[in-house]
C-alpha cells in the first residue's frame, strides 16, 4: 500500500497569500495518478486536480498542481476567502487508492 | 447535472447491521464504476469499496467479510451491507463517481451519510 504524507499539517496565511501544500508517497505513483480534493466542514470532498496536474471542470486557475514520482504540490496562488478549507491528496495508481491525512489551510 | 444521493445511516449497536444506498443520476450509471468512501469524525478519508460497471468489487482489508457492494444498474443505485458492525466503523459514508475506467479518481461525491455504532 502505497503511504501519502502531506506537510504541513496546518498552513496559516493570510487572504491573498501563496499556499503551497506538499504530497510524499512512500513508492513511486504510477503514471502521475495523483489528484487533489478540497473539503469544507460538514460537505463532501471536491476534486480539484487529476492527474497531478489537470483541473477539474470549474476549478480557478489559482489551483495548480505539480509533480511525478514520490513528490506533489498543489499550489494556490492567491488565497480567497472560500479557500480556507482541508486539502486532501489521494493517489490511484495503484491498489488500494489512498489518501494522505489532509493540509488545513487556516486563516491567519 | 451529475448527484449522488446516500441514504441509510443511522445509530446501531456494535454487531449489527445496516444497508447503505446512493442513487444515482444524471449519467450512465452502468457506464461507470463507484466506490463507498469513509470518514471517521475528525479524521481523514478511507477507501472502503469499490464496484466496477459490471459487478466486479474490491474491499480494504478492514471491511473484508464484513461489508458487500453491489449495485442495480436498472435502478441507478449503489449499496453497501454493512454487518458485524464495530465501533471503529463510525463515520460519514460517501459515494462516489470514478471518472474513467481503470485507474480512476472521484469527480463527484454524495453529501454523505452518518453511521453510528454505539450501545
Known amino acids: 500500500e502505497i503511504v501519502l504524507t502531506q506537510s504541513p499539517a496546518t498552513l496559516s496565511l493570510s487572504p491573498g497569500e501563496r499556499a503551497t501544500l506538499s504530497c510524499g508517497a512512500s513508492?513511486?505513483?504510477?503514471?502521475?495518478?495523483l489528484a487533489w480534493y478540497q473539503q469544507k466542514p460538514g460537505l463532501a470532498p471536491r476534486l480539484l486536480i487529476y492527474d497531478a496536474s489537470s483541473r477539474a471542470t470549474g476549478i480557478p486557475d489559482r489551483f495548480s498542481g505539480s509533480g511525478s514520482g514520490t513528490d506533489f504540490t498543489l499550489t494556490i496562488s492567491r488565497l480567497e476567502p472560500e479557500d480556507f478549507a482541508v486539502y486532501y491528496c489521494q493517489q490511484y495508481g495503484s491498489s488500494p487508492r489512498t489518501f494522505g491525512q489532509g493540509t488545513k489551510v487556516e486563516i491567519k | 447535472e451529475v448527484q449522488l444521493s446516500e441514504s441509510g445511516g443511522g445509530l446501531v449497536q456494535p454487531g449489527g447491521s445496516l444497508r447503505l444506498s446512493c442513487a444515482a443520476s444524471?449519467?450512465?450509471?452502468?457506464?461507470?464504476?463507484m466506490s463507498w468512501v469513509r470518514q471517521a469524525p475528525g479524521e481523514g478519508l478511507e477507501c472502503v469499496s469499490a464496484?466496477?460497471?459490471?459487478?466486479?468489487?474490491y474491499y480494504a482489508d478492514s471491511v473484508k467479510g464484513r461489508f458487500t457492494i453491489s449495485r442495480d444498474n436498472s435502478k441507478n443505485t449503489l449499496y453497501l451491507q454493512m454487518n458485524s458492525l464495530r465501533a471503529e466503523d463510525t463515520a460519514a459514508y460517501y459515494c462516489?463517481?470514478?471518472?474513467?475506467?481503470?485507474?480512476?479518481?472521484?469527480?463527484?461525491w454524495g453529501q454523505g451519510t452518518l453511521v453510528t455504532v454505539s450501545s
Open positions: 513508492q513511486s505513483v504510477s503514471s502521475s495518478n
Open positions: 444524471g449519467f450512465t450509471f452502468s457506464s461507470y464504476a
Open positions: 462516489a463517481k470514478h471518472a474513467v475506467t481503470g485507474r480512476s479518481h472521484f469527480d463527484y
Open positions: 464496484i466496477t460497471g459490471s459487478g466486479t468489487s
